[in-house]
């Protein structure tokens, strides 16, 4: 692989980058993707994809991967474009208005009568079903790509080239639902009474909106959202104003996109943290989860191969988002920094706001293995509905049988990352104290591991960190607790 190859590449993520960037900000309306794959179309051929998958060293593994995936999306790209564009577009009718389809989830989250929740969530799930015979092509076409590359099936080309380490991953899932089964069912129990839903009649928006939780919104006010972050960071002797190359944009737009991201155009010098506020905790979560990202994105050594700066192990990068995000069911957090001492009913909630994503996501993996081995993907929505709603005892609508899918069993990154994340904090508790966030040195330590890029695995970080391996217990042990 020549240095040309290195530059084209960077150049592509840049724009990509940068396009997802301001459509996702709500700043340009359409994704115009096609014209970026088209000017650096030969970087995802098939002759540079068989080159690379030939290569064994490491940052020839993490380009291989790259290139695989790309060269799936290249052969997608039209149907991933129109089906953003639909989404971008679509509106909802709703109580006389037009609802931009994007914003509508913010609207059911803080829609209190259960009646009209369901009905939102239908026409939510109505749009949402109007694309699936796209999302179905696109699926196919990437299922008959990853065969014709060589591998056995998508899911083989995916746990291959990303190293996830599938099997052992599934087995650790399973274990976890069982686990934490019956703690689950008696937090849902308590809180769908709270909220007013019989638990025959609930499905995941009344979780959308217990999750919503306008009842705390008196802990996290707006006006703290930025300098509650920045207190947090400078803690760690991080000063989020003095670093020019990681942009927040928190503006509000009508378009915006309602899950939070960060965009790294330039890794490191070019990095944006992108939220919409809604109000609340879920502003604070996402904020600090992004934050995890970016101040990782933007701390990478600039003098790292081209694989290891923008490629490898995407569980990395989760894993320190969700070491902040975490720092929200930490009541030490909230003494330091909020100055609030009051919070145990917010602690038994965001608890089991965990507990609720992680069997999801659990849940997700086992539904992908299947979805990503079938002959017939259309015949997958009653199964998505089945193993979601046995995990999440909720009634769940088939309609999102691809929709709630990420490409290239990112779902795994996840889970390998929320194991991770709960290693590296009993680290930093034990090596800097339960206020580790409130030191220079833990943030020495971090600013140490983010130089390194995406060079190493969870696995081998997890080895940096005195483990052996990667090790689901802590996790477990806390879940179920
Ligand atoms: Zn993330």
């Not at 927040?248 to 944006?272: G, H, N, W």
Request: proline fraction near 4%.
């Amino acid at each position: 692989m020549t240095s040309d190859f290195e530059r084209a590449a960077e150049e592509f993520l840049q724009q990509i980058g940068r396009e997802h960037y301001q459509n996702g900000a709500g700043l340009k309306e359409n994704l115009d993707i096609i014209p970026i794959f088209d000017r650096y179309g030969w970087i995802f051929e098939r002759s540079t994809v068989e080159e690379a998958l030939k290569r064994e060293d490491k940052e020839g593994r993490y380009i291989a991967a790259f290139v695989a995936d790309g060269f799936l999306d290249a052969d997608v790209k039209e149907l991933s474009e129109k089906i953003t564009n639909q989404m971008t577009q679509a509106k909802i009718e709703w109580q006389g208005e037009q609802v931009p389809y994007r914003r509508a989830t913010l609207v059911l989250a803080n829609e209190p009568d259960p009646g009209k929740r369901h009905d939102l969530e239908d026409r939510i799930l109505t749009v949402t079903d109007s694309q699936n015979t796209d999302r179905v092509e696109r699926m196919q076409h990437m299922h008959i790509l990853a065969k014709d590359l060589g591998f056995t099936n998508y899911l083989v080309m995916f746990d291959q080239l990303k190293g996830i380490r599938l099997d052992w991953l599934l087995g650790e899932m399973k274990q976890l639902l069982d686990t934490t089964e019956a703690i689950y069912e008696s937090e849902l129990q308590h809180y769908l009474g709270e909220i007013g839903v019989a638990p025959d009649e609930a499905t995941p928006a009344d979780l959308v909106y217990l999750f919503r939780a306008p009842q705390f919104d008196g802990l996290f006010p707006q006006e703290k959202l930025v300098p509650s972050l920045k207190a947090t960071f400078i803690g760690m002797g991080i000063d989020l104003d003095a670093q020019k190359n990681i942009h927040l944009d928190i503006e509000s737009r009508p378009t915006k996109s309602p899950r939070a991201f960060c965009a790294p155009v330039q890794v490191p010098d070019e990095v944006y943290l992108v939220i919409s506020p809604r109000g609340g905790q879920d502003d604070y979560k996402a904020i600090l989860h992004e934050s995890g990202h970016a101040e990782h994105l933007g701390s990478v050594s600039p003098d790292l191969p081209f694989a290891f700066k923008r490629l490898g192990d995407g569980s990395i990068s989760e894993s320190y988002a969700f070491l902040f995000d975490n720092l929200l069911k930490n009541r030490n957090w909230f003494i330091e920094i909020l100055e609030q001492r009051h919070v145990d009913d917010y602690l038994r909630l965001a608890r089991f706001h965990k507990l609720w994503i992680i069997r999801r996501y659990a849940a997700k993996l086992q539904y992908e293995q299947l979805l990503h081995t079938a002959e017939d993907i259309p015949s997958m929505r009653n199964k998505y509905a089945e193993i979601l709603g046995k995990a999440l005892k909720l009634n769940v609508s088939p309609a999102n049988f691809l929709a709630d899918i990420d490409d290239g069993l990112y779902s795994a990154n996840y889970l390998r990352a929320w194991i991770f994340e709960v290693m590296l904090r009993k680290h930093m508790e034990d090596s800097f104290g339960v206020l580790w966030f409130r030191t220079k040195k833990a943030g020495d330590m971090l600013v140490g591991m983010w130089k390194q890029g995406q060079e190493f695995s969870v696995d081998e970080l997890a080895h940096q960190i005195n483990y052996e391996m990667l090790d689901t217990q802590p996790l477990m042990q806390e879940l179920a607790r």
